[in-house]
C-alpha cells in the first residue's frame, strides 16, 4: 500500500519553484551561514586570547634568560 504522497510546499517557498530544490538551497545557504560563524568565533577567540599569550612568552622568555643568566647554556 504505497499511495503517492505529494510534496508539501514548505511555507516562504515561491510560486512555481520545485519545493525539493528550495529546500536544498535553503540548506545549503544555511549550511554557509554556520561555517562563517564559526568563523568569526574562532577570530574573536584568538583576539581575547592575544594578551594572555603574550603574557605567557614574556614569561618564557624570562625564564629562558634567567636560566642562560645562571650559567647553563
Known sequence: MNAH???????????????????????????????????YVLVYAMDILKPVRELLNRE???DIKAFRAAGNA
Open 5 to 39: 504522497t505529494p510534496v508539501l510546499k514548505p511555507y516562504g517557498c515561491p510560486q512555481g519553484v520545485d519545493p525539493r530544490k528550495w529546500r536544498h538551497s535553503v540548506e545549503t545557504r544555511r549550511s554557509d551561514q554556520d561555517i562563517r560563524s564559526i568563523g
Open 60 to 62: 618564557r622568555a624570562a
